[in-house]
């Protein structure tokens, strides 16, 4: 079913940290429409503040048991092991808490850029291996969460990610004009690993405005879905409009050989071979 490979993100659909003033109706409603429609995949954050409003919406779509959630938390690379214990358990328990979920799909865990003090580690292999495998290890220790997958803001970062065994999944973002991700989308498939393309339209700004229909407006969502590699893409819905042009888009992929077409660049660069770049 096409509409399962849309995720539901939460950072800015109701009201919270980043637009504490918003209107949460709208965005609630979209939300619960989605999970009634076949949606089952949510990833959020308790920084955000809006998973209460994301357990509002699940409740009112008449509480489906097989909703998958996705945690996201960032930390430092060279923060110590106590501090990763205590960050993945206070994220994971905040989250059960404010989801009323009894148990989290995976934990989505990513390097915090602006709080690794030692700045040589974010460019370090072996070091952003030893995080992946840290926080792998703490998260799936402590009873809550199924997998943990790895977030990756570089193609660096993610080769160390998939390097790690205790790393079920990979997160990035990947779209039309971040699409550095491609180059690692086969190798992802070929090892059975899910991968969640973050902010497929680059947060609204690859919506087609100025298209007169919904599958031009949204090819940028589209033309992500249709690498066969891609799980599910996330993307905030706000509305029931933008939910229903959504569904839509998910329904109607590009084809492969398209994709392909636009990635044969990417496809074409050194990291495709097995390098590591950092």
Request: positive net charge.
């Amino acid at each position: 079913m096409t509409i399962r490979r849309l995720c539901l993100g939460t950072s800015t659909f109701a009201a919270g940290r980043q637009h504490p003033d918003k209107d949460s109706a709208p965005g609630i409603a979209a939300f619960a429409d989605a999970l009634r429609a076949g949606v089952r995949m949510v990833h959020s954050a308790p920084k955000y503040g809006t998973q209460p409003a994301a357990r509002q919406a699940w409740e009112a779509a008449g509480c489906p048991t097989d909703v998958m959630h996705l945690i996201k938390v960032e930390l430092a690379v060279d923060v110590s092991m106590a501090q990763t214990k205590t960050a993945i358990s206070d994220v994971l328990e905040s989250s059960a808490r404010n989801l009323r979920a009894d148990r989290l799909h995976a934990l989505v865990v990513g390097v915090d850029l602006r709080r690794t003090a030692d700045r040589a580690r974010l460019v370090d292999y072996g070091a952003l291996t030893a995080f992946y495998e840290r926080c792998a290890e703490t998260a799936n220790a402590c009873g809550l969460v199924d997998y943990t997958f790895g977030y990756a803001h570089s193609p660096g970062q993610l080769t160390a990610a998939l390097a790690t065994d205790a790393i079920a999944g990979a997160a990035a973002q990947y779209n039309s004009t971040e699409a550095w991700p491609a180059v690692f989308l086969d190798r992802i498939a070929a090892s059975g690993r899910p991968f969640i393309a973050i902010a497929p339209l680059r947060r609204g700004r690859l919506v087609d405005h100025d298209a007169t229909d919904a599958h031009s407006r949204l090819r940028a969502l589209r033309w992500v879905l249709g690498h066969p590699a891609v799980t599910a893409a996330a993307l905030t819905v706000s509305s029931r409009a933008h939910l229903a042009e959504a569904l839509d888009a998910a329904q109607h992929p590009l084809t492969v050989q398209q994709v392909r077409d636009d990635l044969r660049y990417w496809l074409a660069a050194p990291v495709a071979h097995g390098n590591r770049p950092i």
